[in-house]
C-alpha cells in the first residue's frame, strides 16, 4: 500500500531494535545511544518501513543507519527513508549531507549523491566516529548538496508555472 509517510524521532527505548537491525546488516551501531545522534523511524499505511540517522556538525550533516526491514526492499522505500531524512536534515538548517558505504555506493549515487574524497569532508565531520574508526578506510565517501525548503518550493512553482510546450530549452 502507499500513502502517506511518518517520520517519527527515536525515543531512546526504541534505539535497540534500531540496533539489533542494524546489527544484522552487518552495519556499525555501537555508538548509536552516544550524543549527538538522532535517529527517525518512518512509516507508511503498512507500517514500519525503516530508519534512518543524521550527527550534526555545523552546516554539515553525517548520514548514517539507513537501513530498510528486508520485507520492504526494493520498491523505493530506501529512497524514501533517505528522502525523509534529507527533509530533517533541511528542517535542522544543514547545507550539505556526507556519508560512508561499503556496498550501497550506488543506490546513494542514483538517488542524488557524487563520490568524494574524505578528505572534502569538513573537519567535524572527518573527527567522527564513522569516519575515525567504526567504518574502514575502503568506504565510499558520498555526500549530496540540500536545496533549501525555499529554494526547492520556488524550483517545483517555476518547473509548473511554465507548460513545458513553451519553456526555453537550454
Given at each position: ?46 507500517g ?16 548514517r ?14 529512497h ?12 535542522l ?14 543506490f ?22 564513522q ?22 518550493t ?17
Amino acid at each position: 500500500m502507499t500513502g502517506p509517510r511518518t517520520v517519527t524521532p527515536l525515543a531512546k527505548p526504541e534505539l535497540p531494535a534500531l540496533a539489533a537491525l542494524l546489527a544484522m546488516e552487518g552495519l556499525p551501531n555501537q555508538d548509536i545511544a552516544d550524543a549527538g545522534r538522532r535517529f527517525w523511524r518512518v512509516d507508511d499505511p503498512d507500517g514500519l518501513l525503516g530508519y534512518g540517522g543524521l550527527e550534526v556538525y555545523g552546516r554539515d550533516g553525517l548520514l548514517r543507519s539507513v537501513v530498510v526491514l528486508p520485507e520492504r526492499r526494493r520498491r523505493g522505500n530506501g529512497h524514501a527513508v533517505v528522502d525523509a531524512i534529507s527533509r530533517e536534515a533541511m528542517a535542522l538548517g544543514l547545507d550539505r549531507l556526507w556519508l560512508l558505504t561499503i556496498g550501497a555506493a550506488g543506490f546513494f549515487e542514483r538517488i542524488g549523491f557524487r563520490r568524494a574524497e574524505r578528505s572534502e569532508a569538513p573537519p567535524d565531520v572527518r573527527a567522527s566516529a564513522q569516519f575515525a574508526s567504526l567504518c574502514p578506510g575502503s568506504a565510499v565517501c558520498l555526500r549530496r548538496d540540500l536545496a533549501s525548503p525555499v529554494a526547492e518550493t520556488a524550483a517545483r512553482d517555476a518547473a509548473t508555472a511554465i507548460p513545458s510546450e513553451i519553456a526555453p530549452v537550454r
